[in-house]
């Protein structure tokens, strides 16, 4: 059995939430993830928000591309440039 299951900390013991089948004395390796509070979603959207109508998403993707270096603009696929993701054969 492979996959992602939930559990609860329980006396110091992990508690799976869902049915395991697994046998008797199987070794399995656990992964530990914080589940987001709601409280942390909604500090999250609140400070996600806060930059809404602050600035022009437009304008900082033409700023983002003029920044750019002339190689990492070239195009695709036009003989005698090489680009990062493409070399001439």
């Known amino acids: ?9 329980k006396s110091g013991m992990l508690e799976p939430l869902e049915t395991l089948n697994l046998p008797k004395g199987q070794e399995v390796t656990v992964t530990i993830l914080d589940v987001p509070s709601a409280r942390d979603v909604d500090a999250f959207r609140r ?3 806060g930059w809404k109508g ?10 983002i591309y003029a ?5 990492a603009r070239w195009p695709l696929g ?4 090489v680009s990062r993701h ?3 054969a």
């Open 47 to 49: 400070s996600a928000e």
């Open 1 to 9: 059995m492979a996959g992602t299951i939930r559990g609860r900390v």
């Open 67 to 71: 920044d750019r270096t002339p190689f």
């Open 86 to 88: 493409h070399h001439d």
């Open 78 to 81: 036009v003989k005698g440039t």
């Open 54 to 63: 602050t600035i022009d998403a437009e304008d900082l993707i033409k700023n």
